[in-house]
């Protein structure tokens, strides 16, 4: 009987879905990850259904939806028991399971939610002292075995070489926290963008910049930046994206061969490479996640297993998917059985060759976090997006299909009318459950307390 195979989840931190050279980016150079969507699936509309760190990752771990695990935003310091998690299920079904790099950004933070073992970076996070939410760039002058991105590659490594069990199939996450700012680069990569003319942010029709006296903190999430200031920016971000694809190169190397034994040991193994969230990066004056748009809620998606275990590559879908799926994937790909209580749908199909859609429509969401005008629900087949702010009742429209940038909003159209009201009510539907109160059944409700943590969430600690 075939051995149950090992799954390595390559998890980033705050990368956009269009930060790969794959996903036709006009610079980024990302000739790995490339190679890896090259033989397995890659998803070209995948979203974070909750755009930012803890909920994100709490979706990867229970294969729930935000409103379902209970946090819709960003709140930290909440505790939750959720009936099941992927690494703990792996774990019953005889996996090592083990985390290594960042953490899960989960409360408290050493709790392990089935990993055998954690082992975290040691790296500071802001050694030059510069903001770890904003868009300053210093490039990393300390010894490169220091950088982040460097020591979570050499712990994985290390798991391979000195821990990993030969005798059960592992269950390997390597946790990144590039291109998350800070953005501290190495100089090599940095230098190579930074002498690049870099495609300027896009910005729509709708879009507004900060008044003066807003437009120039750092930690903001509205700017308005000059040409200096958004070249070192997008240089920075790439160049950690760059680094970080060229130090999987090293993992992946070691990966594919045993010391001991001699021989390839790539087989029977699935890679998994995705981001909790994306980056605004100056996209519509706007900077960081948590917005219902593609810089901030598209990530990369990609499942790559090897090729012993018969599933198609060079596979690309427009199935729009989410983080929630990838635990009952998973769990499918392993032959195991998927437990009660998860949003997530298989997508072993697709992986396999179908062009089938495992949803007609994904809800995403974000509570208040830098201010009410922030607070947003979103839907999107793929297609067309609708999104709805909570508390300023503000809509708006986007033909994805025709504008993937967003750089008009419809939902003013007199044409569109009708197609919004559509939308409209596709999102009451959804939002008929809740017990906010954004809806009473026939219109939204505006103004409703949209906090991150769902009220009487049956998986929250309060």
């Not at 190679?35 to 699936?41: H, S």
């Amino acid at each position: 009987m075939k051995t149950k195979p090992n799954i390595i989840l390559i998890i980033t931190d705050q990368q956009r879905g269009d930060a790969l050279g794959i996903d036709g980016h006009p610079h980024l150079m990302t000739p790995n990850i490339d190679n890896l969507a090259a033989k397995g699936t890659r998803f070209t509309k995948a979203y974070s259904s909750c755009p930012s760190c803890i909920a994100a990752r709490r979706s990867i771990l229970t294969g729930q939806s935000p409103a379902t695990h209970g946090m819709v935003g960003f709140q930290e310091k909440v505790s939750f028991e959720p009936a099941a998690t992927l690494p703990g299920e792996l774990k019953k079904a005889g996996y090592q399971t083990y985390l290594v790099g960042r953490t899960m950004h989960q409360y408290p933070r050493k709790k392990r939610f089935g990993y055998d073992q954690m082992v975290l970076c040691s790296s500071g996070r802001a050694k030059h002292g510069i903001s770890p939410n904003g868009w300053t760039v210093r490039t990393f002058d300390y010894p490169e075995a220091e950088h982040h991105t460097f020591e979570t590659v050499e712990l994985g490594i290390e798991f391979l070489e000195k821990f990993r069990d030969p005798t059960v199939p592992y269950f390997l996450t390597l946790s990144f926290l590039s291109p998350h700012p800070p953005i501290s680069p190495i100089p090599f990569y940095y230098n190579r963008y930074k002498n690049m003319r870099l495609t300027p942010p896009v910005i729509g029709d709708w879009a507004t910049a900060p008044d003066a006296e807003k437009g120039f903190g750092v930690d903001t999430d509205n700017v308005n930046l000059n040409d200096e200031e958004t070249q070192s920016l997008l240089a920075g971000y790439y160049a950690e994206i760059n680094y970080l694809d060229d130090q999987l190169f090293r993992f992946f190397n070691k990966m594919g061969f045993d010391p001991e034994k001699g021989q390839n040991n790539s087989e029977n193994t699935i890679v998994i490479y995705t981001s909790d969230h994306g980056e605004m990066l100056g996209d519509h004056h706007l900077l960081r996640k948590t917005y219902p748009y593609e810089g901030s809620a598209r990530i990369p998606y990609i499942i790559s297993p090897s090729a012993d275990l018969g599933y198609k590559s060079n596979n690309v879908s427009t199935s729009v998917v989410c983080l929630e799926d990838l635990m009952p994937t998973i769990l499918d790909m392993a032959d195991l059985p998927v437990p009660t209580g998860l949003d997530g749908k298989s997508l072993v199909n697709i992986l396999k060759g179908s062009q089938e859609d495992v949803r007609d429509i994904l809800h995403g969401e974000h509570a208040d976090i830098y201010g009410p005008h922030q607070a947003n629900h979103y839907l999107t087949d793929g297609q067309m997006k609708y999104i709805w702010y909570s508390q300023s009742g503000i809509e708006q429209l986007f033909d994805l299909s025709e504008d993937p940038q967003e750089l008009n909003d419809l939902s003013q159209a007199p044409d569109k009318l009708e197609l919004l009201n559509i939308w409209r009510l596709k999102l009451i539907e959804k939002l008929k459950p809740r017990p906010e109160g954004f809806t009473d059944g026939e219109n939204l409700i505006a103004g409703q307390p949209h906090i991150a943590v769902v009220p009487d969430s049956n998986n929250v600690i309060h």
